[in-house]
């Protein structure tokens, strides 16, 4: 596995490792933040909805240009592309709240 490979591999395990626990700050340590702020820092956001306009899940654009990672709320994994490499990770809980976060701001 090359040195490039492993980085999208741990920068997407981060990322789902965030959603799991929930745990995401911006300066202050102390300071925890919400879904809406993790979103705040999002590049693009892509609505999945039903024929009848209701909301499925979305993907989240959380870095471009080197590498891409995008979150899918409804495979609950964080996909992640680098030249030839790409990965997916799965996420199992979302204790950041981001697809409930998303649901809102559709729904707005």
């Given at each position: 596995m090359t040195d490039a490979k492993q980085d999208l591999i741990d920068q997407c395990k981060s990322i789902a490792l965030t959603i799991e626990t929930g745990e995401y700050y911006l300066d202050d340590p102390e300071e925890e933040c919400s879904a809406y702020d993790y979103l705040n820092d999002a590049l693009d956001?892509?609505?999945?909805?039903?024929?009848?306009?209701?909301?499925?899940?979305?993907?989240?654009?959380?870095?471009?240009?080197?590498?891409?990672?995008?979150?899918?709320?409804?495979?609950?994994?964080?996909?992640?592309?680098?030249?030839?490499?790409?990965?997916?990770?799965?996420?199992?809980?979302?204790?950041?709240?981001?697809?409930?976060?998303?649901?809102?701001?559709y729904s707005c």
């Amino acid at each position: 596995m090359t040195d490039a490979k492993q980085d999208l591999i741990d920068q997407c395990k981060s990322i789902a490792l965030t959603i799991e626990t929930g745990e995401y700050y911006l300066d202050d340590p102390e300071e925890e933040c919400s879904a809406y702020d993790y979103l705040n820092d999002a590049l693009d956001i892509e609505y999945v909805v039903s024929s009848k306009k209701e909301y499925l899940g979305a993907r989240v654009l959380v870095a471009f240009g080197g590498p891409n990672i995008w979150i899918n709320t409804r495979t609950k994994t964080v996909d992640g592309v680098w030249w030839g490499d790409s990965c997916s990770v799965s996420y199992h809980s979302d204790a950041l709240g981001l697809d409930e976060a998303l649901a809102d701001i559709y729904s707005c």
